[in-house]
């Protein structure tokens, strides 16, 4: 569906299921819209420690023990704050595998001058243990709690720096598409190959303010066997953004489930070979094809307007089907605050503290539709199955899924209006892999013939994540968009 971009922002309400915030500063003065926003840039280092006395880093992603031994280059939490009128909001990565929401919500009490922040992480597969999953045994938690609040002040450092480097900007938005970049280790085979991208630039002329770039790929170049700390290839792709443009550069992770990774047929060694997955180079070589793409995108951007601002966030609640992490809660390893599931994803039911396994469970989490002038940005709590991007799943499903009946989820193409957009993946939490439910396959017969499951639903809170987010979003849209 197609919704009306120009409508009237009704009044800022706060009711227990919806945060509408209406930012709507009403008739421009002389100077035009573009002139009244303010944008800036800022970026704080949250590497850890390691070795010489510190505690031991537990490198996120794949198997658990995987000690951190030394750092091959900084991670960062990087900021771009927006600024119209009395109304300010703030875009946040980390080189992290997925803050979680009550990260963000301790952010967001630090910033509470700030309108709206959304924090997102790249899905770093070669930074801390920031969940839970990976620590040195199954039934023991990787988290360090000193290492969370060490992000969490870099967060709010980098947010604060940002704001402080506000200047007068106007913005173009372009697009560039490459599927053969990313790899999908899942049937059906569907990708999101397009990188989005935002520049800043003064009014005036001259040397940009700022770069902003959405790309749809897993950060784990470096593999299960790396012991080193790193940005992986988002490193390489700013950085090499970085040098060429002379301004900062935002990384942000979009649609990456499924299992979207580095194409490991497409780029080669000097010497005609393919890099393969453990080598810095591949991360290098990737990160620099990313940049590329995203000059690509850059070179064919349009001016946009982003102002007004508006931001429609719902609490959501989702039930915790998954038995492995449940029993992980029970364990102490997933750390996260349990509810009891109504059936209803917008009223939770009473709290059951942190550790309780009994009966139908659910976690809270969050879903966020932003709207930057023409911009739409959408905010998912998780790694969102390219196939709900643009509405690419399967009909009919395989008949041996779990759910082949199931309804489809209403896609995000569909859902936002039509026009520029971002989409922001493992935004404000991480709540794993949202698989459409007709694709959900945990039970023999299995789909595609095969003789065993395949990768994602393990890795999932459950089959009914993908309905209730993507019916959130366009619940969220709704709220943008009515008069």
């Known amino acids: 569906m197609t919704l009306a971009r120009n409508v009237?922002?009704?009044?800022?309400?706060?009711?227990?299921?919806?945060?509408?915030?209406?930012?709507?500063?009403?008739?421009?003065?002389?100077?035009?819209?573009?002139?009244?926003?303010?944008?800036?840039?800022?970026?704080?280092?949250?590497?850890?420690?390691?070795?010489?006395?510190?505690?031991?880093?537990?490198?996120?992603?794949?198997?658990?023990?995987?000690?951190?031994?030394?750092?091959?280059?900084?991670?960062?939490?990087?900021?771009?704050?927006?600024?119209?009128?009395?109304?300010?909001?703030?875009?946040?990565?980390?080189?992290?595998?997925?803050?979680?929401?009550?990260?963000?919500?301790?952010?967001?009490?630090?910033?509470?001058?700030?309108?709206?922040?959304?924090?997102?992480?790249?899905?770093?597969?070669?930074?801390?243990?920031?969940?839970?999953?990976?620590?040195?045994?199954?039934?023991?938690?990787?988290?360090?709690?000193?290492?969370?609040?060490?992000?969490?002040?870099?967060i709010v450092a980098s947010v604060r720096e940002a704001e402080a480097a506000l200047a007068h900007a106007v913005a173009s938005y372009g697009t560039a598409a490459d599927e053969s970049l990313l790899a999908d280790s899942r049937q059906p085979v569907?990708?999101?190959?397009?990188?989005?991208?935002?520049?800043?630039?003064?009014?005036?002329?001259?040397?940009?303010?700022?770069?902003?770039?959405?790309?749809?790929?897993?950060?784990?170049?470096?593999?299960?066997?790396?012991?080193?700390?790193?940005?992986?290839?988002?490193?390489?792709?700013?950085?090499?953004?970085?040098?060429?443009?002379?301004?900062?550069?935002?990384?942000?992770?979009?649609?990456?489930?499924g299992l979207m990774s580095a194409a490991e047929d497409v780029l080669t060694r000097p010497d005609g070979t393919f890099y393969e997955e453990g080598e810095f180079a591949f991360a290098e070589a990737y990160g620099v094809a990313i940049a590329d793409l995203t000059d690509q995108a850059i070179a064919g951007a349009s001016p946009i307007e982003l102002t007004p601002f508006a931001v429609s966030r719902l609490p959501v609640w989702l039930p915790l089907e998954n038995s492995l992490y449940r029993l992980a809660r029970a364990a102490g390893v997933l750390d996260r605050l349990g509810y009891r599931w109504t059936g209803d994803p917008y009223t939770p039911g009473r709290p059951l503290g942190r550790r309780n396994v009994l009966g139908s469970l659910a976690v809270q989490t969050e879903v966020a539709a932003v709207r930057l002038g023409r911009l739409h940005v959408a905010a998912i709590p998780g790694e969102l199955y390219p196939e709900l991007v643009a509405g690419q799943v399967e009909d009919p499903a395989d008949p041996n899924a779990d759910f082949p009946d199931a309804p489809i989820e209403p896609s995000v193409l569909d859902t936002l209006p039509d026009g520029p957009l971002l989409i922001l993946g493992l935004a404000n939490d991480e709540v794993?892999?949202?698989?459409?439910?007709?694709?959900?396959?945990?039970?023999?017969?299995?789909?595609?013939?095969?003789?065993?499951?395949q990768y994602g639903e393990v890795n999932s809170i459950g089959p009914q994540a993908a309905p209730i987010l993507l019916h959130a979003l366009q619940r969220a849209v709704e709220h943008l968009n009515q008069d």
């Open 8 to 154: 009237r922002m009704a009044l800022a309400t706060l009711t227990p299921l919806v945060v509408w915030l209406s930012l709507d500063p009403g008739p421009a003065s002389a100077n035009s819209l573009s002139e009244t926003l303010l944008v800036g840039f800022g970026k704080a280092d949250i590497t850890p420690e390691v070795g010489d006395g510190a505690p031991p880093v537990f490198i996120a992603g794949y198997g658990q023990d995987r000690r951190a031994t030394g750092v091959h280059d900084p991670i960062w939490s990087r900021a771009v704050v927006l600024r119209h009128g009395e109304e300010t909001i703030a875009l946040v990565s980390v080189d992290l595998i997925g803050v979680q929401l009550e990260l963000t919500e301790a952010v967001r009490n630090r910033l509470k001058d700030m309108t709206y922040v959304l924090v997102s992480s790249t899905h770093n597969h070669e930074g801390p243990d920031v969940i839970g999953l990976w620590g040195p045994s199954p039934v023991v938690s990787g988290v360090n709690r000193d290492y969370l609040k060490q992000v969490e002040h870099g």
């Open 190 to 257: 569907v990708k999101d190959g397009v990188l989005r991208a935002l520049r800043f630039d003064p009014p005036e002329g001259g040397p940009p303010i700022g770069l902003l770039v959405q790309w749809n790929c897993h950060p784990e170049n470096l593999g299960s066997r790396n012991t080193l700390i790193t940005a992986d290839f988002p490193e390489a792709t700013v950085r090499t953004l970085e040098q060429r443009h002379q301004a900062p550069v935002v990384y942000m992770t979009g649609a990456i489930g």
């Open 432 to 453: 794993g892999y949202i698989i459409p439910c007709r694709q959900w396959d945990r039970k023999p017969p299995f789909a595609y013939d095969r003789e065993k499951a």
